[in-house]
């Protein structure tokens, strides 16, 4: 199989990108962070959806292309699809830590939409979307997909390896302000190696330009892309999430106040995989609805089950929470 994996790696590095523009609106920008409009309002009283990405690799991954894309299904089942562009942070801002880009990124960015947005946060970002929905009172509901939380429930090996990668980084990472996306991909890598063998084995088996070998290239050109992690969010998600799991334990706190999912006023949605080893399903947050599902961490986004299997859902819920 690693044979195969070597011939897989080299057909995807020689593979030709197929160029496929997707209209992106900026309806406003804090810092690096811009706020885009992927759909249009067809629903006069509906809310808006926003989609929050990770920090981690770019948005697109929400809009992948022209037959895989979450936010564009959306749109065509009548919701009104938005999308948080992180953006590249620039020097000045190597102190912004998570907490920072809720309060000086995402905060702001809502606050110029004329309607209260459903917010919808995938990995990380549903852990930021879950501190945004309490600190934004008005929020009408909140949807994670594969979202951190109770990190004491990561397996120990696991948490050893991401813990041990921060602590041998850590003093590049300050020297330089952040953290590069290569230290970021390669701790993922650690978690699950024999999968990325089996992956690329799987790829050179793949027709040439099918649309599976194309979707193939275009997620792993986004999980091998991405903006640098601040050294103030790196340090904030490995000490603090990871290590301490101030999370679960109470005493994660964004403009004073404690983040505590389960004191939210509004509808919620926990949207799990039983498979998922960046994001194990015990880990998820502690939300009013769940749903569970088979496909992987990114699988619930990408791959050709997620339509039937995640995508309907979660426009189902939306609809049925004023979306």
């Not at 030709?16 to 811009?34: E, F, I």
């Not at 050109?221 to 103030?232: F, I, V």
């Not at 015990?282 to 569970?292: A, H, I, R």
């Not at 599902?293 to 299997?309: D, F, R």
């Amino acid at each position: 199989m690693r044979q195969k994996a070597l011939i897989g790696l080299r057909k995807y590095q020689q593979a030709q990108r197929r160029t496929l523009p997707r209209k992106m609106k900026v309806h406003a920008a804090y810092g690096s962070a811009k706020l885009l409009h992927l759909g249009k309002r067809t629903k006069k009283n509906a809310a808006p959806a926003l989609l929050i990405p990770s920090l981690v690799n770019p948005p697109y991954i929400l809009d992948l292309s022209e037959k895989t894309s979450l936010a564009q299904y959306l749109a065509a089942q009548g919701h009104d699809p938005w999308l948080i562009d992180w953006g590249h942070p620039e020097p000045e801002d190597a102190a912004l830590d998570l907490a920072g880009h809720i309060e000086q990124r995402l905060l702001p960015l809502i606050k110029t939409m004329e309607q209260p947005p459903i917010l919808i946060g995938y990995c990380l970002g549903g852990t930021l979307a879950l501190a945004a929905a309490q600190l934004a009172k008005a929020t009408p509901a909140v949807a994670t997909v594969a979202a951190p939380w109770d990190f004491s429930r990561y397996p120990a090996d696991n948490l050893k390896t991401i813990i041990t990668l921060w602590e041998k980084s850590k003093p590049l990472c300050e020297k330089l302000g952040y953290m590069p996306m290569e230290i970021l991909q390669s701790g993922f890598w650690a978690l699950d190696p024999e999968r990325t063998i089996r992956k690329y084995a799987a790829f050179a088996d793949m027709e040439e330009d099918s649309d599976a070998a194309q979707n193939f290239i275009s997620v792993e050109d986004w999980a091998n892309q991405g903006a640098p992690l601040t050294y103030g969010a790196a340090q904030e998600l490995f000490e603090h999430l990871y290590e301490s799991n101030k999370t679960a334990g109470g005493s994660w706190s964004v403009s004073e106040q404690i983040i505590d999912p389960t004191t939210l006023d509004c509808p919620s949605l926990s949207i799990e995989s039983s498979v998922d080893r960046i994001v194990p399903m015990v880990s998820s947050p502690p939300l009013t609805d769940s749903y569970q599902s088979s496909l992987g961490h990114v699988g619930m986004i990408v791959s050709a089950k997620a339509p039937e299997q995640i995508w309907k859902t979660l426009s189902r819920w939306l609809s049925n929470h004023g979306g």
